[in-house]
């Protein structure tokens, strides 16, 4: 799976390096041109020669050890690669990607490389959940650099919690995922809404909700993946566009169904991940208002439900709803699948920790017609949209033929 493929494998300083020698053996044996990249730390663990000796090339360590005079070796390394992992990542090979820092031969192949990126990380429980540690891996992970998540477990320092380097098998799975991706919608359109509609009162005031646009974007990205064209109709939203998907910018909610429905009839699939506004004020000033008086009032007037709408008017569209609930969450998730005639709806209750709003992880239920067919565990919003997404994909296969 993968033969004529060059991996460049860089290792850094954990305890953890023995599973990387491991790691680089089997990738060798599955046909993978192994380059690696040791840093110093690295090196106090497990020698340069394991390596050279299990990928058959010389071992990259230091960035003026020029062993070719006809190439700059980190640029050589990073223009070669089909894929970088590094494994095991420390926090800080994760802070200098996160901050641009380039001062060892694998940060700064890393600045240099345009391939995709796997970081399997493993530290201390303390130092995995530091706050400074799980906003990096978010910036890197809205860069659209790839995690694969650290065991539970008995640690090297005494600890047990999150933070074992996941095993070389789990790490050869997901690089085999990513080097030869799955295209189960290749061929099909799917549109997504995401992020939060705002409702204007006046030219500087408007409502709107928590919604930061991460799990629709998520969803586009993983939809473009595996082979869709993917059309992103989004509110506002905290993060950068996935790349390769057509962008449609709304504001309200009356914006958001009009380029809705103005691309429906064309869609295969339509995921409402947005989270609009149910009412919007009844007039809208178009000068600022001035304060008077104590209180003021505010008359709202309902907004078109998109998602009924749509249930509507499908004819072969599959339409998939989502719902944030806080109470009764099963009782309306299963009402709301009915009524608006969609075909999945996935819950979540943003009440529980790590749900929700805002977060980079997500833990959802998913319900068809028949009842729950899926409970997910937290995990990343990416993980979320992916397993969502092959769930799609085999109701599409189930219908047969090519038009869904």
Known sequence: ?????????????????????????????????????????????????????????????????????????????????????????????????????????????????????????AMNVHMYAHPAVTDNMRILRERGVSFIEPGEGQLACGYVGKG????????????????????????????VTAGGTMERIDPVRYITNDSSGKMGYAIAEAAKRMGA??????????????PGVEVVRV????????????RFEHTDVVIKAAAVADYRPAHRSDTKIKKKGETMTLELVKNPDIAETLGERKTNQFIVSFAAETNNAEEYALDKLKRKKSDMLVLNDVTMPGAGFGTDTNIVKIFDRSGMIASLPQMSKREVAERLLALVAERLGGRGGSDA
């Open 229 to 242: 064209r993917v059309t992103l109709v989004t509110g506002k939203a905290s993060i950068d566009v996935p």
């Open 164 to 191: 074992r380097l996941a095993e070389p098998e789990e790490i050869m799975t997901a690089i085999t995922k990513m080097l030869n991706p799955s295209t189960p919608l290749a061929g099909k359109k799917v549109m």
């Open 1 to 121: 799976m993968l033969k004529g493929k060059t991996i460049v494998l860089g290792v850094t300083g954990g305890i953890a390096c023995y599973k990387a020698a491991a790691l680089c053996s089997k990738l060798a044996q599955a046909g993978a041109d192994v380059r690696v990249i040791m840093t110093v730390s690295a090196t106090k663990f497990v020698a340069p020669l394991t390596f050279q000796t299990l990928s058959r090339h010389d071992v990259a360590i230091d960035t003026f050890d020029e062993k070719d005079a006809s190439v700059v070796q980190h640029i050589d390394l990073a223009d070669s690669a089909d894929l970088v992992v590094i494994a095991p990542a420390t926090a800080n090979i994760i802070a200098k990607m996160a901050h641009g820092i380039g001062d060892d031969m694998l940060s700064t192949t890393l600045l240099a490389t345009e391939a995709p990126i796997l970081v399997a990380p």
């Open 251 to 262: 504001e309200s909610t009356l914006d958001m169904m009009d380029a809705v429905m103005a």
